[in-house]
């Protein structure tokens, strides 16, 4: 199959070696009262993406194609997030205290799930990662690897933190990485534009991007 609106040239993949990575659609980054407001950011910015991401996560569970969410998401005693994490900045709330949607970025809290929209069917991965990046400290690498996969399309939040970082750890492993262009948003257009600019650039340094309609529309192609 392949993505020929993809910049900077076209994209080539196999449905049955990809797989879809939405990259921490959670309350605490969409919705007030979560992390994402406690830094101090209009958390309302993210909201224009979701009827794009569903859209795709509709096509490609059609497509049978393999699906992983990923939340990020501390343990209770919050003994994996570094005291250099919690500690960091001045936001209204730190990461495990007790806000409006339950303990912040703090994983089985109402807070941290995925929103509802995009919340995970039966049998699709759902990765909790203690990080910016999707691979550290979690066995992404190695399921990704037991299933043949390849190339990863990327959608989420925040475009310029955990979707970069993740796109940036997934292109050091070898794989051939697509982020979906109205699929990821941030608090800050300037970053997302930057973001979308510096991953194609060089010739597809870090990856390719496409909009979510050159996927679907592929999708919907003949074999
Ligand atoms: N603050 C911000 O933009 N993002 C994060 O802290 N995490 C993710 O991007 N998921």
């Known amino acids: 199959m392949r993505l020929e609106q993809a910049n900077p040239f076209p994209y080539d993949f196999e449905v049955a070696k990809t797989a879809l990575v939405l990259i921490d659609m959670q309350r605490d980054f969409?919705?007030?009262?979560?992390?994402?407001?406690?830094?101090?950011?209009?958390v309302s910015l993210l909201q224009a993406i979701v009827p794009a991401a569903k859209a795709v996560l509709d096509a490609w569970r059609q497509a049978g194609g393999l699906v992983v969410h990923t939340r990020e998401a501390h343990c209770?005693?919050?003994?994996d997030c570094p005291p250099a994490k919690r500690n960091r900045g001045n936001p209204t709330l730190r990461i495990g205290d007790e806000g409006p949607m339950g303990r912040v970025l703090v994983a089985g809290e109402p807070g941290?799930?995925?929103?509802?929209?995009?919340?995970?069917?039966e049998g699709e991965i759902v990765i909790d990662?203690?990080?910016?990046?999707?691979?550290?400290?979690?066995?992404l690498h190695e399921?990704?690897?037991?299933?043949g996969i390849t190339h990863l399309l990327f959608g989420g939040?925040?475009?310029?933190?955990?979707?970069?970082?993740?796109?940036?750890?997934?292109?050091?492993?070898?794989?051939?990485?697509l982020l979906l262009e109205d699929c990821t948003e941030s608090y800050f257009p300037a970053f997302?534009?930057?973001?979308?600019?510096?991953?194609?650039?060089?010739?597809?340094?870090?990856?390719?991007?496409?909009?979510?309609?050159?996927?679907?529309?592929?999708?919907?192609?003949?074999?």
Do not use: H
Request: a neutral charge; hydrophobic letters at 40%.
């Open 30 to 42: 969409m919705e007030p009262g979560g992390f994402g407001e406690t830094l101090g950011n209009d």
């Open 76 to 79: 209770t005693d919050l003994s």
């Open 143 to 147: 399921l990704l690897q037991r299933r």
């Open 112 to 121: 941290n799930q995925i929103i509802d929209v995009l919340a995970p069917a």
């Open 157 to 177: 939040v925040t475009t310029e933190v955990c979707v970069q970082t993740s796109m940036r750890e997934a292109n050091d492993r070898g794989y051939d990485c």
């Open 129 to 139: 990662k203690p990080g910016k990046g999707a691979f550290y400290a979690t066995a």
């Open 192 to 223: 997302k534009a930057a973001t979308l600019d510096m991953v194609r650039a060089q010739g597809a340094i870090v990856g390719w991007t496409a909009p979510g309609a050159a996927l679907l529309a592929a999708l919907r192609r003949p074999a």
